[in-house]
T-cell receptor, first 116, second 117 residues
Framework: AQSVAQPEDQVNVAEGNPLTVKCTYSVSGNPYLFWYVQYPNRGLQFLLKYITGDNLVKGSYGFEAEFNKSQTSFHLKKPSALVSDSALYFCAVRAAYSGGYQKVTFGTGTKLQVIP | DVKVTQSSRYLVKRTGEKVFLECVQDMDHENMFWYRQDPGLGLRLIYFSYDVKMKEKGDIPEGYSVSREKKERFSLILESASTNQTSMYLC????????????????FGPGTRLTVL
């Protein structure tokens, strides 16, 4: 069965330090991978996606993510955290098209707290 | 910019009431979704629609129904609300890949926080 694991419920990082939010996945065949961010009392906003090509994907607000096929991971990173990055982050996966509808599965979310 | 709007930000209903949650998108997206979000459970898909009058059950359809009479509008209906349906409800929409039903980036509404007493 298709699944996404975000092993940390919460990540704390000091402002200015690099941050990493972890995501591993399980899917049949090649994956399409996504990161979304949710600010308090808001809906989810798209950050970035991996479809194919370069394993390092750059997205909005200075975020990037690295696709690692052998480790089935898609960790979200940022070189220097801002207090305004504090939010809930969701990783999502679906199988690349192979006929029929491919469901998108979301992780349980990781709360990022950036400490001033 | 894609805009997905939901009819209410906060809603309080009583057990047994019929509840309608409305969602409208302005980007001519084929696909529309209803999720519920609960702490520790992430997002769970309730229903998915890939065209007018077309729908597919998601992971947790029990106790819910949906309606899509126009392409831009997707409604979630709780026929008889129960306390275990207290949750945040998120609507999303997306284009479908050409020739498929498949979804790329999803665009989310602000959510409706429903409390059933």
């Amino acid at each position: 069965a298709q699944s996404v694991a975000q092993p940390e419920d919460q990540v704390n990082v000091a402002e200015g330090n690099p941050l990493t939010v972890k995501c591993t996945y399980s899917v049949s065949g090649n994956p399409y991978l996504f990161w979304y961010v949710q600010y308090p009392n808001r809906g989810l906003q798209f950050l970035l996606k991996y479809i194919t090509g370069d394993n390092l994907v750059k997205g909005s607000y200075g975020f990037e993510a690295e696709f690692n096929k052998s480790q089935t991971s898609f960790h979200l990173k940022k070189p220097s955290a801002l207090v305004s990055d504090s939010a809930l982050y969701f990783c999502a996966v679906r199988a690349a098209y192979s006929g029929g509808y491919q469901k998108v599965t979301f992780g349980t979310g990781t709360k990022l707290q950036v400490i001033p | 910019d894609v805009k997905v709007t939901q009819s209410s930000r906060y809603l309080v209903k009583r057990t047994g009431e019929k509840v309608f949650l409305e969602c409208v998108q302005d980007m001519d997206h084929e696909n529309m979704f209803w999720y519920r979000q609960d702490p520790g459970l992430g997002l769970r898909l309730i229903y998915f629609s890939y065209d007018v009058k077309m729908k597919e059950k998601g992971d947790i359809p029990e106790g819910y129904s949906v309606s899509r009479e126009k392409k831009e509008r997707f409604s979630l209906i709780l026929e008889s609300a129960s306390t275990n349906q207290t949750s945040m409800y998120l609507c999303a929409s997306s284009f479908a890949h050409i020739g498929t039903l498949n979804t790329d980036t999803q665009y989310f509404g602000p959510g409706t926080r429903l409390t059933v007493l």
